[in-house]
């Protein structure tokens, strides 16, 4: 696999991130978000989005809106439209008490989902007669906060992993704005705030994203107990949970980037592949971060020898071969279809915002001789 494009856009950690056509935006972990826009190999900054009292959680754009959403420590989330060059912030009524950590448009981008600390997701849709975004709570049986969400192709169900060691799909349907979905493997009635189905490893571990796969038959989810597990509804109720258990350090992130191939991230520092070759023996199948060979300064021993006297240690190098240095936060689609990703981006908490391309021919070829 190539080495990926990078982009060093922050001396601080980047948590949160998203691509549209020219346009990036970015959170260097304040209150503020950052909007870039390409220019030749460059990203030059356009515009910063000023509104929040404390940290900025999640970031989210509408393509074919031009529309920016928002989520923040503060308990609040805002709409960004562009009016005359400018852009300018819109009302949402969230209706929360605890911090607002993910946000998502749903696919037709007529809503958008906000999960929070208040053991709750905010669905939020707008009205036009009051010109503000109105918002209804999923609530019931998440016991604590919501850390990641995901939309299903439909418009209408939403995955969402939690603190409680859980993932769900719940239903979103709002009468009057969404269509009745065909029936799928999730069920064929829908009210709002239906639990579809819930989904646990039973090894406790912290559900730190989410994602349905490209059809929509099946949902991944990454737990802080460092596996991957890949859920299949059943009509019965007796849905089957495949855990891909690993020695890595914990997952932060996960996308399908087909319906056989799984693209996950975290405190390792680098992206991992998780495949599978008849839908069933889903395997972890290696890093897609080439390694870079580190150069060493040739230095005389008589330097190493004064270095050890002052310092009480020999030389040092803390650079990691990944082209991370630190946790990567967030792993996105960059290009391609939802059911054939051809280049992802990540961000991590050193700064670093990179593009990475993405041929599932060639890996056949760069794992053939990986032996993990």
């Known amino acids: 696999m190539s080495n990926p494009v990078t982009y060093q856009l922050a001396n601080s950690p980047i948590t949160a991130h998203a691509f549209s056509q020219n346009k990036l935006v970015i959170c260097p972990n304040t209150n503020e978000a950052q909007l870039y826009e390409q220019g030749g190999s460059n990203w030059n900054l356009t515009a910063s989005l000023k509104g929040h009292d404390k940290v900025i959680t999640s970031i989210d754009i509408a393509p074919n809106t031009n529309r920016i959403v928002t989520c923040s420590q503060d308990r609040n989330a805002y709409v960004w439209t562009q009016e005359g060059g400018i852009w300018k912030p819109g009302l949402v009524l969230l209706r929360i008490n605890r911090a607002a950590t993910y946000v998502r448009w749903s696919p037709k981008e007529d809503k958008f989902a906000v999960a929070s600390g208040a053991r709750c997701i905010a669905v939020c849709y707008f009205e036009e007669d009051n010109d503000w975004w109105a918002s209804k ?3 019931k049986p998440i016991r604590s906060t919501v ?17 409680d060691c859980k993932a769900r799909v719940f239903s979103s349907f709002i009468k009057g ?39 929509g038959d099946a949902i991944a989810f990454a737990g802080h107990d460092s596996a991957i597990n890949v859920a299949y509804p059943s009509p019965d109720g007796n849905h089957a949970v495949l855990t891909i258990q690993t020695s890595t350090l914990p997952f932060r992130t996960l996308i399908w980037a087909n319906e056989r191939q799984i693209i996950a991230g975290g405190f390792d520092c680098a992206p991992l592949l998780i495949e599978t070759s008849n839908g069933q023996d889903w395997r972890l199948a290696g890093s897609l971060d080439v390694k870079r060979e580190k150069v060493y300064a040739a230095s005389s021993v008589l330097s190493r020898f004064k270095a050890m006297d002052s310092r009480g240690q020999a ?26 990703v051809t280049q992802f981006s990540t961000c991590a908490l050193d700064g670093k915002v990179a593009i990475w391309d993405f041929d599932p021919s060639q890996l056949s070829t760069d794992f053939a001789g990986l032996k993990l």
């Open 315 to 340: 030389d040092q190098d803390t650079d990691l071969t990944t082209t991370h240095q630190n946790t990567i936060i967030e792993i996105r689609p960059h290009a391609g279809t939802r059911d054939n």
């Open 147 to 163: 850390l990641s969400i995901d939309w299903h192709p439909n418009n209408v169900l939403l995955a969402a992993g939690s603190a």
């Open 177 to 215: 704005l969404d269509k009745k979905p065909a029936p799928s493997v999730w069920g064929d009635k829908l009210p709002f705030n239906t639990v579809c189905a819930e989904f646990s490893d039973g090894r406790g571990g912290w559900v730190q994203s989410v994602a349905f796969s490209p059809s």
């Open 137 to 139: 709570h999923l609530k």
